[in-house]
């Protein structure tokens, strides 16, 4: 049986929901892959699913909208149950201090990436993932994941965003190949390319994207089903890159102003997980100077401070 909602948390998301909305700065939406830049910026959903399950939703809940980076989230999960700890040997879970698409530490430290948040970490994680299958079946893999983790099987591609950066992500190509030249990938660059670029371009909504993140909020299950995702300890370290690498070279601001872990996307979506207590999803498709949702990190901070959700 669900228990009775919250009437706070109801309260403060339509709260800030309604004033997010009201606010002119929105900041400014991803157009290195023109396909976002058609996004209208005036857009802002929230949803928290609380441990009892209460869902909160404010705003454009239900638009679906390009996770990007996010999935990268998923992808770790997914490549740490293919191969444990061994996966750390292909990347680090220091924070880089560096834009997502940053090369130079790329050289310093031959091939391997800083974390596997950073578009050279999340390439080589999906090199994991792909490791001895076709991409359309690691890619289906990555998908099913998500729509069991969403409970939702109608989660999809969205085909025109991942052509778009199939045709534009020429820097994406060049850490590939530059990775390649020290041997931390296994595959052909094009096959890793293809399912990286394809689950960047997964589209959700804060709804599904909240019920997805409920395993990180509650020590690896998801308590509406009882599903042991990963184990409580895989949880808490994912949860612990999530906070230290989340957002670039803007997670020191994310720690600082929210105190949750939690994942952005250049399509302004931002995943935050109030251990023990909340899976919460945010959109605002304007982004800060890092690439971070201008609007989802405020809206964060306003919910976090108004429920002292902050972990420290
Ligand atoms: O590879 C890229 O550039 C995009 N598919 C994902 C980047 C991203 O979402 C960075 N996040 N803020």
Known sequence: MPHSPSPDLHAVVREIAEEMRARPDRGEVATYIPELARVDANAFGLVVIDADGTVAAGGDADVAFSIQSISKVFTLTLALGMVGDRLWRRVGREPSGSPFNSIVQLERERGIPRNPFINAGAIAVTDVILSGHQPREALGEILR????????PTIAIDEAVAASELRTGFRNVALANYMKSFGVL????DFTLGVYFHHCAIAMTCRQLARAGRFLAHSGRTPSTG??????????????????CGHYDGSGE???????PGKSGVGGG???VAPGRASIAVWSPGLDASGNSHLGRIALEALTRRLGWSIF
């Open 227 to 244: 599903h042991s995702v990963v184990s409580a300890e895989r949880a808490r370290r994912i949860n612990a890159v999530m906070l230290t």
């Open 270 to 272: 931002i995943l935050a």
């Open 254 to 260: 994310f720690a600082y102003r929210v105190g949750l």
């Open 186 to 189: 296994d595959n052909p660059v």
């Open 145 to 152: 994941f998500m729509q069991f983790l969403a409970e939702d």
